[in-house]
């Protein structure tokens, strides 16, 4: 029987997170059972702060109703390296059981999720909340998060897009997403940009410079780009690059790597057109939850509490066909997200 659960989140903060939270202690307070919030991911449970409250703390339901519908956590999140470590988190588990938590729920992304499924291996029942805003989880449809990061990059392209137009201007903007381009491809096509660059496709800036000019001709000089961040992973003619920039730009060395600013920069040399960037940054991050993700954290953590109570864990909560769904954090973590290619294909050359 499941009388006190923590929850923590971990890696990046992402929109919703407060108001998974805020959903997982309505539940456990329907059920009768406490809830200890768990500061800055897996570093609260290595009991490294000299006030014990800085790290566990009971959440009473009257003070977080009121951060339902902030952005970021309340929790705070970090990154916590030595939690790779087995010793490590064997203490983690130790320390959680003095303080009588039966169990835990995680809302972060996949390296947040192997953290859970270890200590699920240590006897510490867990559940996984998919909390980034990269949707880079194959096995659900959406990350809590993806879709409020998504808006706001679209109204920011959209704005980019009402001034490039006005000045006959070019844009690259980039956006955030990690190793995914799910973020870039949604942007491109809600704001119609003529370009996408991604980490998972080969680029050259050859061939960016000759679409750019190739719609020139057609009387468009106002096109966008939307690059999606490590998409420089990828890039052809990193060397060729990196020579003729440094004509134009001293602190371009044999490490450097090509991103919005550099990009833009070298579109303009190539064709003589003006060409700004823009990078969304932290914007994407840290917006209020759309409705969309707002209604997801609700259903999830919710989920999240009632397989717990019910003895059910290792378990990842997901979407599929639009519904909330579970199954085991290690079967998720294999599934291979799926890459539209023919999208990226019509964005490019439509
Ligand atoms: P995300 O959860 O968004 O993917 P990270 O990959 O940065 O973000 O992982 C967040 C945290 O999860 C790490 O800082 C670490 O504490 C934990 N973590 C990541 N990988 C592992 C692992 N292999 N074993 C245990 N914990 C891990
Ligand atoms: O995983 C979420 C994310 O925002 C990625 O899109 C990005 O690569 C990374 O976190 C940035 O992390 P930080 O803010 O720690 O630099």
């Given at each position: 029987?499941?009388?006190?659960?923590?929850i923590?989140?971990?890696?990046?903060?992402s929109?919703?997170?407060n108001?998974?939270i805020?959903?997982?202690?309505?539940?456990?307070?329907?059920?009768?059972?406490?809830?200890?919030?768990?500061?800055?991911?897996?570093?609260?449970?290595?009991?490294?702060?000299?006030?014990?409250m800085?790290?566990?703390?009971?959440l009473?339901?009257?003070?977080?109703?009121?951060?339902?519908?902030?952005?970021?956590?309340?929790?705070?999140?970090?990154?916590?390296?030595?939690?790779?470590?087995?010793?490590?988190?064997?203490?983690?588990?130790?320390?959680?059981?003095?303080?009588?938590?039966d169990?835990?729920?995680?809302?972060?992304?996949?390296?947040?999720?192997?953290?859970?499924?270890?200590l699920?291996e240590?006897?510490?029942?867990?559940?996984?909340?998919?909390?980034?805003?990269?949707?880079?989880?194959?096995?659900?449809?959406?990350?809590?998060?993806?879709?409020?990061?998504?808006?706001?990059?679209?109204?920011?392209?959209?704005?980019?897009?009402?001034?490039?137009?006005s000045?006959?201007?070019?844009?690259v903007?980039?956006?955030?997403?990690?190793?995914?381009?799910?973020?870039?491809?949604?942007t491109?096509?809600?704001?119609?940009?003529?370009?996408?660059?991604?980490?998972?496709?080969?680029?050259?800036?050859?061939?960016?410079?000759?679409?750019?000019?190739?719609?020139?001709?057609?009387?468009?000089?106002?096109a966008?780009?939307?690059?999606?961040?490590?998409?420089?992973?990828?890039?052809?003619?990193i060397?060729t690059?990196?020579?003729y920039?440094?004509?134009?730009?001293?602190?371009?060395?044999e490490?450097?790597?090509?991103?919005?600013?550099?990009?833009?920069?070298m579109?303009?040399?190539?064709?003589?057109?003006?060409?700004?960037?823009?990078?969304?940054?932290?914007?994407?991050?840290?917006?209020?939850?759309?409705?969309?993700?707002?209604?997801f954290?609700?259903?999830?953590?919710?989920?999240?509490?009632?397989?717990?109570?019910?003895?059910i864990?290792?378990?990842?909560?997901?979407?599929?066909?639009?519904?909330?769904?579970?199954?085991?954090?290690?079967?998720?973590?294999?599934?291979?997200?799926?890459?539209?290619?023919?999208?990226?294909?019509?964005?490019n050359?439509?």
């Amino acid at each position: 029987m499941i009388r006190k659960i923590g929850i923590l989140t971990s890696g990046g903060d992402s929109p919703g997170m407060n108001a998974a939270i805020v959903s997982v202690a309505r539940c456990a307070a329907a059920h009768g059972i406490q809830l200890m919030g768990i500061k800055r991911g897996y570093n609260g449970l290595l009991g490294l702060s000299d006030n014990p409250m800085d790290d566990i703390t009971a959440l009473d339901i009257e003070t977080i109703l009121n951060i339902a519908d902030m952005g970021g956590t309340f929790l705070r999140t970090a990154r916590c390296t030595a939690f790779k470590e087995a010793d490590v988190r064997r203490e983690a588990v130790k320390h959680l059981r003095e303080l009588g938590i039966d169990a835990l729920v995680v809302i972060g992304g996949d390296g947040s999720f192997t953290g859970a499924m270890r200590l699920c291996e240590l006897g510490m029942p867990c559940v996984g909340i998919p909390g980034t805003v990269d949707n880079d989880l194959g096995y659900t449809e959406m990350t809590l998060g993806f879709d409020t990061c998504v808006n706001v990059c679209v109204d920011a392209v959209r704005s980019i897009r009402a001034t490039s137009r006005s000045h006959d201007r070019r844009g690259v903007v980039q956006v955030m997403g990690r190793y995914c381009g799910d973020v870039a491809m949604q942007t491109a096509m809600a704001t119609g940009a003529e370009m996408v660059i991604v980490p998972e496709m080969e680029w050259s800036v050859e061939e960016i410079s000759n679409r750019f000019q190739e719609l020139s001709k057609q009387g468009n000089y106002r096109a966008t780009c939307i690059i999606s961040e490590h998409c420089w992973d990828n890039m052809k003619e990193i060397d060729t690059w990196r020579d003729y920039m440094h004509q134009y730009d001293p602190d371009i060395h044999e490490h450097s790597k090509i991103n919005a600013e550099r990009l833009a920069s070298m579109i303009q040399h190539m064709s003589g057109c003006e060409t700004r960037a823009t990078v969304v940054g932290y914007t994407q991050r840290g917006a209020l939850p759309t409705a969309k993700d707002s209604a997801f954290a609700f259903e999830a953590g919710h989920l999240a509490v009632q397989l717990l109570n019910r003895g059910i864990t290792n378990q990842a909560i997901g979407i599929r066909h639009g519904r909330v769904f579970h199954m085991p954090i290690g079967d998720a973590l294999m599934m291979k997200k799926h890459f539209d290619r023919e999208m990226y294909e019509l964005i490019n050359h439509l």
